[in-house]
């Protein structure tokens, strides 16, 4: 166990709640003389107790802790000031607890528990091929065509003699042959698009569950020995 009697000194400071065995609060620390500092307890701290440092087992950030139970510090000699038991025959600088330490034993337990941990694994989930059929639609356009019409032109003339009877101009006439323009259609196949194959990797999230154990540590006391877990603290 620690020895906190020079140490001590530097470490408790006025206002630091002081502790048993079982971490009940005796009260609060106070002023430090000598090998010794005082203690004020009870209500409104009208109770004092001169606590040796070499009673100091353990010092947090703000907190001491004394070897001994508080309902036995009556039995400790505490109440009275460090001369006044050297008068009666008492040491001011030593205490044992019949309670025992609260140092560590050297015995110590590891608890364990299970983590998940998950890792990924490429796996193939299927494949794509491509290729062409043949689709057939039907599609409409608009061709623009032209075509010969024949019109009667008609000229007024100065009246004058005709060349010939007329019984002799019956089957006189005039021919003019007529066009249009006919639409044809041919068909010619062109490239309208390439098409190409890719992968690219998307990101997402998966929730996966599994369970797991650990260990907790189980406590089996037997008769009056007290127990305190630092972990409640």
Known sequence: MQNFRSSGRDQVHEGMDVLDLNGEKIGKAGETLGSYFNVDAGFLGMKEYYVPF???????????????????????????????RVGQGQSDTTYT???????????????REEELRARTTPVETGRVSVGKEVVEEQRTMEVPVSREEVYV??????????????????RESIQVPVREEQVQVEKQPVVYEEVGLGKKVTQDTEQVSETV???????????DAPLRDDRSR
Do not use: C, F, H
């Open 54 to 84: 070499d009673a100091v087992t353990e010092i947090q950030e703000n907190a001491v802790y004394v070897n001994a139970y508080k309902g036995d510090l009556g039995d400790t000699g505490w109440d009275r000031k460090p001369e006044e």
């Open 97 to 111: 607890s019949t309670a025992g330490s609260r140092g560590q034993t050297g015995d110590r337990m590891q608890l």
């Open 153 to 170: 032109d008609r000229k007024p003339v100065e009246r004058r003699p005709a060349d010939t009877p007329i019984g002799d101009s019956q």
């Open 213 to 223: 154990r650990r260990e907790e540590l189980r406590t089996d006391k037997k008769g």
